[in-house]
């Protein structure tokens, strides 16, 4: 069965960084390509990042280009999202995804002075 679990959200001042972390597990890790999401209150679910299976690949929405880096760990079964220089307008839940159809519960990121 798979399992997503995000961690490592919270609040952060504007400017501040965090990292998400995204363990993975009943599934063959390396194999599939992941990607971040979020959704901010009234908003739609929106792609944030995406990296391929063996990580060499990523991309990026272009409100967080040069801001945000993903990056995975394959022999610890983990995606991470790393959020540097956060903007108010980052404040969402943020979803870890494998496709096609498997997410994870999601992690509250607030920005907020």
């Known amino acids: 069965q798979v399992h997503l679990v995000e961690s490592g959200g919270g609040l952060v001042q504007p400017g501040g960084s965090l990292r998400l972390s995204c363990a993975a597990s009943?599934?063959?890790?390396?194999?599939?390509?992941m990607r971040w999401y979020r959704q901010a209150p009234g908003k739609e679910r929106e792609l944030v990042a995406a990296?391929?299976?063996?990580?060499?690949?990523?991309n990026y929405a272009d409100s967080v280009k040069g801001r945000f880096t993903c990056s995975r760990d394959n022999a610890k079964n983990t995606v991470y999202l790393q959020m540097t220089s956060l903007k108010p307008e980052d404040t969402a839940v943020y979803y870890c995804?494998?496709?096609?159809?498997?997410w994870g519960q999601g992690a509250q990121v607030t920005v907020s002075s």
């Open positions: 995804h494998r496709p096609s159809a498997y």
């Open positions: 009943g599934f063959t890790f390396s194999n599939y390509p």
């Open positions: 990296i391929s299976s063996n990580g060499r690949n990523t």
